[in-house]
C-alpha cells in the first residue's frame, strides 16, 4: 500500500479493534488499604500504666508490685477480683513496701522486669 492510498475497509476494521483491544484497560488494581485503617505506631505516651502496692523490696532497684484488677467472668458473669505481681524498675529504691506507686510499660530490663515505677501515689502509713 503506497502513502497516498486509503485503506480498505476490513483493513480499517481489523486496525480499530487493535487499537481498541490495546487501549482497553486491564483486570483493575488492587486496592491499597486507606492510612487510617493502618496501624498507628506506637509513641511513648501509648504505653501502658498500671497502679499497684508494693510487697516487695527486697531486691537491689527493684519492687514488686501487686496490681489489682476486678473483672467479670466469661461464663458466670459474676465479678472476680484478680491480682498479678509484677517487678518493676526503681532506680532511686524510694519505694518501700506498703506503698502506692504506679508503673509504665518499659523496654525488657532483665528477664522479668518489663515495668518502671514512675511515682509513688501514696505512702505507706
Same mark, same amino acid.
Given at each position: *500500500?503506497?502513502?497516498?492510498?486509503?485503506?480498505?475497509?476490513?483493513?480499517?476494521?481489523?486496525?480499530? /479493534? &487493535?487499537?481498541?483491544?490495546? &487501549?482497553?484497560? &486491564? &483486570?483493575?488494581?488492587?486496592? /491499597? /488499604?486507606?492510612?487510617?485503617?493502618?496501624?498507628?505506631?506506637?509513641?511513648?505516651?501509648?504505653? !501502658? *500504666?498500671?497502679?499497684?502496692?508494693?510487697?516487695?523490696?527486697?531486691?537491689? !532497684?527493684?519492687?514488686?508490685?501487686?496490681?489489682?484488677?476486678?473483672?467479670?467472668?466469661?461464663?458466670?458473669?459474676?465479678?472476680?477480683?484478680?491480682?498479678?505481681?509484677?517487678?518493676?524498675?526503681?532506680?532511686?529504691?524510694?519505694?518501700?513496701?506498703?506503698?502506692?506507686?504506679?508503673? *509504665?510499660e518499659?523496654?525488657?530490663?532483665?528477664?522479668?522486669?518489663?515495668?518502671?515505677?514512675?511515682?509513688?501515689?501514696?505512702r /505507706?502509713?
Amino acid at each position: *500500500m503506497s502513502e497516498t492510498e486509503e485503506p480498505t475497509t476490513n483493513e480499517a476494521a481489523s486496525t480499530e /479493534a &487493535a487499537t481498541t483491544e490495546a &487501549a482497553a484497560p &486491564a &483486570a483493575p488494581a488492587a486496592v /491499597a /488499604a486507606p492510612a487510617s485503617q493502618e496501624a498507628p505506631a506506637k509513641s511513648r505516651g501509648d504505653r !501502658k *500504666m498500671r497502679t499497684g502496692v508494693v510487697v516487695s523490696e527486697k531486691m537491689d !532497684k527493684t519492687v514488686l508490685v501487686a496490681v489489682k484488677q476486678v473483672v467479670r467472668h466469661s461464663s458466670y458473669g459474676k465479678t472476680v477480683r484478680r491480682s498479678s505481681k509484677l517487678a518493676a524498675h526503681d532506680e532511686a529504691n524510694d519505694a518501700h513496701v506498703g506503698d502506692t506507686v504506679r508503673l *509504665m510499660e518499659t523496654r525488657p530490663l532483665s528477664k522479668t522486669k518489663r515495668w518502671r515505677v514512675v511515682e509513688i501515689v501514696e505512702r /505507706a502509713k
